[in-house]
T-cell receptor
């Protein structure tokens, strides 16, 4: 069965420091991986995705993610965190080959401290 | 602009009452989804629909019902059988072509509270 895990409930980082939000997955076939961000009382917004190609994917708001097949990970990164990056982040993986349905991690709350 | 509209933004339900949450999209997406979000539990799938007049149960369908009479609309009814309905409800849609390359588009959510 397909699964996705976000091992950290919360990540705290100082403004200006690099940030990493972790995601690992287990799928059969090629993984289609997404990161979404959620601000309070709002829906999820697309940040970036990996379907195929370069392992380093660049997305919105200066975020990037690195696909690592051997470690089955897709960690979200940003070189310099902003207070406005504080939000809830979700990793998602396609729920099996040939499907358009996704399963979501439990979310990681990022808190950037001024 | 294309997107998904959920209404109302806030909804209050009395004990024993059925309430319906609206979800409308103008993205021409075939598939639509309803998720429930509780703190620390991420998103849990309630129902999804791949095509008009067809829908499937997700992981937590008990106490909920849906209909898909039009491609654009996928309303969710929270029935009195749902004993703990207080949560944030998210509607999403996606294409069914290209095997899921584009992920989901989400609405802005409805916060349901039992009073």
């Amino acid at each position: 069965a397909q699964s996705v895990a976000q091992p950290e409930d919360q990540v705290n980082v100082a403004e200006g420091n690099p940030l990493t939000v972790k995601c690992t997955y287990s799928v059969s076939g090629n993984p289609y991986l997404f990161w979404y961000v959620q601000y309070p009382n709002r829906g999820l917004q697309f940040l970036l995705k990996y379907i195929t190609g370069d392992n380093l994917v660049k997305g919105s708001y200066g975020f990037e993610a690195e696909f690592n097949k051997s470690q089955t990970s897709f960690h979200l990164k940003k070189p310099s965190a902003l207070v406005s990056d504080s939000a809830l982040y979700f990793c998602a993986v396609r729920d099996g080959p040939g499907t358009y349905k996704y399963i979501f991690g439990t979310g990681t709350r990022l808190k950037v401290l001024a | 602009d294309g997107g998904i509209t959920q209404s109302p933004k806030y909804l209050f339900r009395k004990e024993g009452q059925n309430v319906t949450l609206s979800c409308e999209q103008n993205l021409n997406h075939d598939a639509m989804y309803w998720y429930r979000q509780d703190p620390g539990q991420g998103l849990r799938l309630i129902y999804y629909s791949q095509i008009v007049n067809d829908f499937q149960k997700g992981d937590i369908a008990e106490g909920y019902s849906v209909s898909r009479e039009k491609k654009e609309s996928f309303p969710l009814t929270v029935t009195s059988a749902q004993k703990n309905p207080t949560a944030f409800y998210l509607c999403a849609s996606s294409t069914t072509g290209t095997q899921g390359n584009y992920g989901y588009t989400f609405g802005s959510g409805t916060r349901l509270t039992v009073v």
